[in-house]
């Protein structure tokens, strides 16, 4: 019962935070993706994915920072996703959450219903890191696999641009970079 209170308690008072990325495709200045973080469904994967946008948390692994800023979209698939998150490897195969090298699904509540949600990428159960998506298209397939826990609030011209720059195996055409990003206050 407390934690039902609590909850909701939660979500009526707290507004949502919004993140940012400022895009470059081949270097060139692209625009600026505004998100939403539903911290009132998703409180945990969204302060994960906050923290890594504004780059305050140190790696209890490497010791070394983690943050968004400069990594790169390194999978990128038309009419269905872009991701990105892979900060430490670059190319798909790592990423770290501020909760250590991975954390569990929060919950599966909200569904991928519509383009320019944002949901975490994982390697199965409970093995969220610092990769995401964002669909291009609603993915219900998705849905009971990976945590949705934002939306784009605002560019999604942008990630129609990034969407452009992919192939159906993925393999980015353009080098698609988070330039800097954010919290907006």
């Known amino acids: 019962m407390f934690t039902k209170l609590f909850r909701f308690s939660f979500s009526a008072t707290t507004k949502n935070p919004k993140v940012f990325f400022d895009i470059t495709i081949n ?22 994915f ?37 900060f430490t490897n670059h190319n798909g195969t790592g990423g770290e959450s501020i909760y250590g090298r991975t954390f569990p699904d929060e919950n599966f509540t909200l569904k991928h219903s519509t383009p320019g949600l944002l949901s975490m990428a994982n390697a199965g159960p409970n093995t969220n890191g610092s990769q995401f998506f964002i669909t291009t298209v609603p993915c219900p397939w998705l849905n009971g696999n990976h945590t949705v826990f934002g939306k784009v609030a605002s560019g999604l011209e942008v990630l129609n641009a990034i969407e452009y720059c992919g192939t159906q195996q993925g393999r980015p055409q353009k080098n698609v970079v988070i330039y800097d990003c954010g919290e907006l206050k």
């Open 27 to 48: 270097n060139a200045p692209s625009g600026r993706i505004i998100f939403e973080l539903f911290a009132d469904v998703t409180p945990k994967t969204a302060e994960n």
């Open 50 to 86: 906050r923290k890594l946008c504004i780059g305050d948390t140190v790696s209890k692994i490497s010791g070394k920072t983690l943050h968004y800023k400069g990594s790169a979209f390194h999978r990128i698939i038309p009419s269905f996703m872009c991701q990105g998150g892979d």
